[in-house]
Nanobody, 123 residues
Framework: VQLQASGGGLVQPGDSLRLSCVVS????????VAWSRQAPGKERDFVAG????????KYADSVKDRFTISRDNAKSTVFLQMNSLKPEDTAKYYC?????????????????WGQGTLVTVSS
């Protein structure tokens, strides 16, 4: 299973950005997906996760009501819509996939990771 994230960039506070992650390979074996992020000098933190159907989702408290995870299974793509971005959202964002049916908040539960895409929020 391979994951390729894209869509990062430099934006101003209050702006929106949508990240994409294409999942390829034995995708049927990795139904649940998630986004995590790692800011400079900090540990990687869970951001959002979704089950295969997309109906079961989880969010970190810090992004709830601002970020939305969704997926287009026909295109094997997972999205992270980020609204009302703040400077503290600056980080490298990673997509991940797990063999579990539901997303977990624990990074150790994910077997496959993408290379990450950098998001910088600054005025």
């Amino acid at each position: 299973v391979q994951l390729q994230a894209s869509g990062g960039g430099l934006v101003q506070p209050g702006d929106s950005l949508r990240l994409s992650c294409v999942v390829s390979g034995r995708t049927f074996s990795t139904p649940a997906v998630a986004w995590s992020r790692q800011a400079p000098g900090k540990e990687r933190d869970f951001v959002a996760g979704a089950s295969y159907s997309g109906y079961s989702t989880k969010y970190a408290d810090s992004v709830k009501d601002r970020f939305t995870i969704s997926r287009d299974n026909a295109k094997s793509t997972v999205f992270l819509q980020m609204n009302s971005l703040k400077p503290e959202d600056t980080a490298k964002y990673y997509c991940a996939a797990t063999r579990a049916n539901f997303a977990s908040r624990e990074g150790s539960d994910y077997q496959y990771w993408g290379q990450g895409t950098l998001v910088t929020v600054s005025s």
